[in-house]
């Protein structure tokens, strides 16, 4: 049985990805209370949010690199 080879940029994606479900995940639990009518969480949850931004940034530099390796040299 063989592994598909990894591309370059795919570890990237993937890492993107898991922050973007950090920050998404993070932001869901700041605005519950919110909604619940409970105390607001403190100001690191609010800035764990950004995490989601992050991650898309990372994301896209891995399909930028995978782009990259995949076109044909000149």
Known sequence: M?????????????????????????TLAT???LFLGT???PSIAWSLCML??????I???GVVR???AASPKR
């Open 31 to 33: 605005m519950a209370p």
């Open 52 to 57: 989601m931004g992050v991650g898309f940034l």
């Open 59 to 61: 994301a896209a530099a």
């Open 2 to 26: 063989s592994t598909p080879s990894s591309r370059a940029g795919d570890r990237l994606v993937r890492v993107g990805a898991i922050v973007f479900l950090v920050g998404a995940l993070s």
């Open 39 to 41: 105390d607001p969480l």
């Open 66 to 68: 995978s782009a990259r």
